[in-house]
């Protein structure tokens, strides 16, 4: 296990997300559902955090308003100093481009081109980005560069997706069942990788995932029921990923 002496405990960080009183309804009547019922929640630099819950408890709603995808219907989400609830598109598009990198259960990679080159696409548009050979290194991909997505195994892909997110130096890396679509042994190399990338560039990480295993590995656990935090639980140490008891 890593101490948590390794970092500072998340009460010492600084605060990136503030949440309060988030909420979130789609459609109206009888087809209303509230996928989020008055969520309060504060997010700190460098932290990993593990979200856990059942389908349809407001977890990928929570995620995908972070990531400046959606907005609340009610309550307050501010970023820093930016005010995603009020923010402009342009505002949204900057925040996204700028400061969060994605990694979704699908790879999302372009097929005809290499690793390197799909990693590229995103630093070319990035404000300081790495050298895509920098962040497949990262990975563990720098024997892979130039090989196609059908080229690679399906851990190999979603670390090419990994570097792809964390290419442009983004503050936040939002994980929506990332290990969702592969076997144990491959789960655990990736969550190798997006571990270091917290570790090694102190991004802020937000992992989904319907698998309870995974909370070891995480400085803050956030239980989501029925729209709501249920409760948070602090991990006083963090498990490496290869020694989670799957």
């Known amino acids: 296990m890593n101490s948590s002496s ?3 405990p998340a009460t010492a960080r600084s605060q990136v997300f503030r949440a309060r009183g988030l909420t979130k309804v789609y459609g109206s009547g009888d087809a209303e559902v509230r996928a989020l019922a008055g969520v309060d929640l504060d997010l700190r630099a460098g932290e990993l955090v593990v979200l856990l819950g059942p389908s349809g408890s407001g977890k990928t709603t929570l995620l995908n308003m972070l990531g400046g995808l959606d907005v609340p219907t009610d309550g307050e989400l501010a970023y820093r100093d930016l005010d995603l ?3 402009t598109d342009p505002q949204l598009t900057r925040y996204r481009r700028d400061s969060v990198g994605f990694i979704f259960q ?3 990679l ?3 081109l290499t690793a390197r080159e799909n990693v590229g696409l995103i630093t070319e548009i990035a404000r300081d980005p790495m050298a895509p050979e920098a962040a497949l290194e990262m990975v563990g991909l720098s024997p892979r560069l130039d090989h196609f997505p059908a080229q690679l195994s399906g851990g190999e892909q979603q670390r090419v997706a990994i570097a792809r997110a964390i290419a442009k130096r983004p503050e936040v890396l939002l ?4 290990t969702g ?3 144990v042994r491959t789960g655990i190399v990736v969550l190798e990788a997006i571990e270091r990338v917290n570790r090694e560039l102190g991004t802020l990480t937000v992992i989904i ?3 309870a295993v995974m909370a070891d590995m995480a400085d803050r656990v956030i239980h989501f029921s029925d729209g709501r935090v249920h409760h948070i639980h602090e991990n006083a140490s963090r498990a490496r990923p290869d020694s989670l008891k799957w």
């Not at 994980?175 to 990332?178: I, K, T």
């Open 110 to 112: 372009i097929p005809s």
């Open 6 to 8: 390794d970092n500072p």
């Open 85 to 87: 609830t009020h923010a």
């Open 181 to 183: 679509a592969l076997d």
């Open 106 to 108: 699908f790879y999302n």
């Open 175 to 178: 994980c929506d069942e990332p």
């Open 209 to 211: 995932t319907h698998n």
